[in-house]
């Protein structure tokens, strides 16, 4: 069962941010030049929420808004779902379902983000493995 910790060692810890000033459209830019979908928004050291490209669709696209003038703080989520390093990989997918959340931090010190696409991709290569391991103990290598 792979954990957390585990899944972030594979993947990698980097976080991108932005400051809770600063513009929609630089958040969106930023997304897009690091090929990403959610930024968290630091006030100096602490993190105050994340802004991903639903928030910007819903709160600026549908509402009329104009992303270079709205402020991060405006459509940013400061209710932030955080997993433990111990956590399973089956255990996030369920709080991410529940919570109807696509992104989770590391609690404690920020030290990743989780997507939901970053677990499917676990959960099909621990399921490729098993099938792997199947075929070869029923073709006679034990």
């Known amino acids: 069962m792979t954990t957390v910790k585990q899944l972030l060692g594979k993947k990698g810890h980097q976080v991108f941010s932005i400051q809770p000033d600063d513009t929609v459209y630089n958040a969106i830019k930023k997304m897009a030049d690091e090929n990403i979908g959610c930024l968290v928004v630091m006030n100096g050291e602490k993190l105050i929420g994340v802004i991903t490209e639903r928030h910007y669709a819903r709160s600026v696209v549908l509402k009329g808004r104009a992303s270079p003038e709205t402020p991060v703080r405006a459509i940013m989520e400061t209710r932030v779902i955080y997993a433990q390093p111990e956590q399973s990989v089956e255990e996030c997918m369920a709080v991410m379902t529940e919570k109807i959340v696509r992104h989770l931090l590391e ?34 290598g034990a």
């Open 107 to 140: 609690e404690g010190k920020l030290i990743g983000i989780i997507s939901i696409g970053d677990l499917v991709k676990n959960i099909i290569s621990d399921q490729k493995s098993k099938i792997e391991q199947l075929e070869h103990y029923m073709h006679g």
